[in-house]
């Protein structure tokens, strides 16, 4: 169970989803939180939300997915494909916003983006899928 005290030196925590893959979790709050991250009122608030998030990561990561593969999907990608698209993906990290949004950000991407890039898919509080961006 995540405590305040998990992120009192860094920001963020690694845990485990689905069997053994590693997430980090992160927090994306007001600047000026400071070095090891928002502050402790900050953490209270939101542990909660990451806590309800992890319970549910498999659907969370499944909304995910399928929102990433209808943004970048081709007309000529097959139903095999994207079963691989699937199978491949995997967020490395859940960044939680203060306002109860967060976003999963892919590093590995099964050959289906350019090396060097990186998507993220962007939720609203409910769980509503709302953009995706792609990082350097």
Do not use: C, K, N
Not at 1 to 28: I, K, N, P, Q, Y
């Amino acid at each position: 169970m995540l405590r305040t005290d998990d992120f009192a030196d860094t920001g963020w925590v690694t845990v485990r989803v689905e069997g053994d893959r590693e997430l980090t979790v992160s927090f994306d709050t007001t600047p000026g939180t400071g070095p090891g991250g928002p502050s402790a009122q900050t953490l209270a608030a939101l542990l909660p939300r990451v806590r309800d998030l992890l319970a549910d990561f498999g659907t969370v990561r499944r909304t995910a997915v399928d929102h990433l593969w209808q943004w970048g999907a081709e007309p000529s990608d097959t139903d095999d494909d994207r079963a691989e698209f699937i199978a491949t993906m995997h967020p490395a990290e859940l960044v939680v916003r203060e306002d109860g949004g967060f976003a999963l950000h892919y590093t590995e991407t099964g050959g289906r983006m350019l090396d060097g890039y990186w998507p993220a898919v962007h939720f609203t509080a409910d769980r509503t899928p709302t953009e995706v961006t792609v990082e350097s």
